[in-house]
């Protein structure tokens, strides 16, 4: 096929409400080394997103100022160094940038193929969150079957992403969600216990559900004020992993009790960490989780789905907060 050398695409010229992002016309990614250029066929949305198109989070340095850290679509070429092979195959993919497009470059390590009976849309709602709840709940939290582990906003892409990979991976998951009809959509997917935070006392719930032992590790986006109850949910040797701070980017900690209690706390950003631990991962999670997706074991949870034009619409819904699962922009015809 022909490539065009315009796309249609996101491209905010400054930060604002849901209303700047709309459709303009940009240049097609030129290829760098070690790239593939993906017709777009979805684009996951992802709270990062908003951030940035509210102005609070920039793309790293060198990445697309277009919106968007995760795609499906199918290869249609190449750069130095990647066979020619590739082209033609459907993937999925995660971006440090330049979703919200219907073309983007993505090196080639990122990519991970999407296998029959799974969608565009549903492809594209899986790498941010996969790679996220991966490298942090299973890699800095070492969480292993048999572990009973506290996960924050139990039906975000996020939460829902955790609960399934719990399942497959044998832990115990304990969320929390912010309505009764939220937790029972949680325990509807698999969670095995589910904590209203707006009702009760999440920390008094899972000392209950623990018999006192507590949680071998917290996975939070929350932060603030939620860092000091997070660790009185931990048991000994507990670990603390931090992925957003949705609620403050400070808090207060008793160190003495971190130091009793051998506690670890540790935490990430993914966006700006470089493409070959990125493709570290991708391999990883080709290797042992991907056969899963591949049986139709794990499939992400789904919201919504808006055409580009309606991005507006989309983010209005993320920040509403109303959502359960993932919500994706589409991109074909």
Not at 189 to 215: M, P, S
Request: charged share 20%.
């Amino acid at each position: 096929m022909e490539i065009p050398k315009t796309m249609r695409a996101i491209d905010p010229e400054a930060p604002g409400g849901p209303e700047v992002l709309q459709v303009v016309e940009r240049p097609v990614p030129e290829l760098r080394d070690g790239e593939v250029l993906v017709r777009v066929a979805a684009a996951g949305v992802n709270r990062p997103d908003v951030l940035q198109r509210q102005g609070g989070y920039p793309p790293p340095p060198g990445a697309s100022s277009i919106p968007g850290l995760e795609i499906a679509g199918e290869i249609v070429a190449v750069g130095e160094g990647v066979g020619a092979e590739m082209i033609g195959q459907p993937v999925c993919a995660l971006l440090a940038g330049g979703g919200y497009a219907e073309y983007a470059s993505v090196p080639a390590g990122q990519c991970l193929p999407v296998p029959d009976g799974l969608s565009m849309a549903e492809a594209a709602a899986l790498p941010e969150t996969l790679f996220t709840v991966w490298t942090n709940l299973f890699e800095r939290a070492y969480a292993i079957e048999g572990d009973t582990v506290l996960v924050h906003g139990g039906t975000s892409g996020i939460g829902t992403m955790a609960i399934s990979l719990a399942r497959i991976f044998g832990l115990t998951i304990i969320v929390t969600a912010g309505s009764d009809a939220k937790c029972a959509a949680a325990l509807g997917l698999g969670a095995d216990h589910a904590i209203n935070y707006a009702n009760e006392d999440f920390v008094e719930r899972v000392h209950a559900i623990t018999g006192g032992a507590g949680v071998a590790a917290v996975l939070d986006m929350v932060g603030g004020d939620y860092l000091p109850r997070n660790l009185k949910c931990l048991a000994d040797d507990g670990r603390h992993v931090s992925i957003a701070v949705q609620r403050g980017a400070k808090a207060e900690i008793p160190i003495f009790e971190i130091m009793r209690r051998r506690l670890t706390l540790t935490g990430s950003t993914l966006r700006s960490r470089d493409g070959a631990f990125k493709a570290l991962v991708a391999d990883e999670l080709h290797r042992t989780v991907w056969p899963h997706v591949e049986a139709g074991r794990l499939r992400p949870v789904m919201d919504r789905s808006f055409p580009l034009a309606q991005a507006p619409d989309a983010h209005r819904r993320m920040e509403e907060g109303s959502h359960i699962g993932k919500i994706v922009l589409t991109l074909e015809d």
